[in-house]
């Protein structure tokens, strides 16, 4: 092929990812532009599929700034978050959770087509995702108290702040135009993440929050009618 013909091939792809950019972006937002915060909440949805589309950063930090008003205990914000927009970092995160998931899966006596299948799958959703952040749990400032129970109740009331930082988080990436998913895939194996990523001891990950524009819609499953959730009510 000549030199000239490349270059237009190369243009009209460009042409094409600018096109599909502009489309998804702009329509991700006017959709969502004059929705209320009801309408945020069930319009949020986890997706597992995004568009080959960059994040700009600073809708990324929007949605990080929504984290940080979380309700927390003693106001002492017990999480810290790792961001992944570069190939590099992902790939290490994924090759080392996944020879920890072939341990695991081997462990549940899963065969080894099964095995590589849902490690393919898993390393895809990862690769694929424009954004990945990774929370973190923090109990370096937490009270201390001379009893186990009195520390698990603190670490807890923790681990319940960073649910509530994270939902912020997808709550303002809807409103944004962005869509994600909760991975809680870490929690199976928080030192090979920590490992993985250079972080410091005192952290544990606990999630892989994906963050991007949606390739495909998710299904949606039925919810719970509220009088079935709702146990009492004086």
């Not at 462990?107 to 099964?114: E, H, I, L, V, Y």
């Not at 990862?126 to 952040?133: H, N, S």
Request: net charge negative; glycine share 6%.
């Amino acid at each position: 092929m000549a030199n000239d013909e490349r270059q237009t091939t190369n243009d009209e792809r460009r042409m094409a990812s600018d096109t599909l950019s502009s489309s998804v972006l702009g329509h991700s937002s006017d959709a969502r532009a004059d929705l209320d915060l009801a309408g945020i909440i069930r319009g949020r949805h986890s997706v597992r599929r995004y568009h080959d589309i960059a994040v700009p950063r600073e809708l990324i930090e929007q949605v990080l700034e929504a984290a940080r008003w979380a309700p927390s205990p003693h106001g002492r914000l017990p999480w810290r978050f790792a961001v992944l927009t570069r190939p590099a970092p992902k790939q290490r995160l994924t090759d080392a959770m996944g020879d920890e998931w072939r341990r695991q899966l081997a462990m549940d006596g899963q065969d080894a087509a099964t095995i590589e299948l849902r490690r393919r799958k898993s390393h895809e959703r990862i690769l694929r995702a424009p954004v990945i952040v990774v929370p973190c749990l923090y109990l370096a400032d937490l009270d201390v108290y001379p009893d186990a129970d009195r520390n698990a109740a603190e670490a807890t009331m923790a681990i319940q702040s960073l649910g509530c930082a994270i939902q912020n988080m997808l709550l303002m990436a809807h409103n944004l135009g962005l869509d994600g998913g909760w991975m809680c895939a870490p929690l199976f194996c928080p030192e090979v993440v920590g490992g993985a990523l250079d972080l410091d001891p005192a952290l544990t990950p606990h999630a892989l929050i994906t963050l991007g524009y949606a390739a495909a819609d998710p299904v949606r499953k039925d919810r719970l009618p509220l009088e079935q959730l709702v146990v009492r009510f004086d």
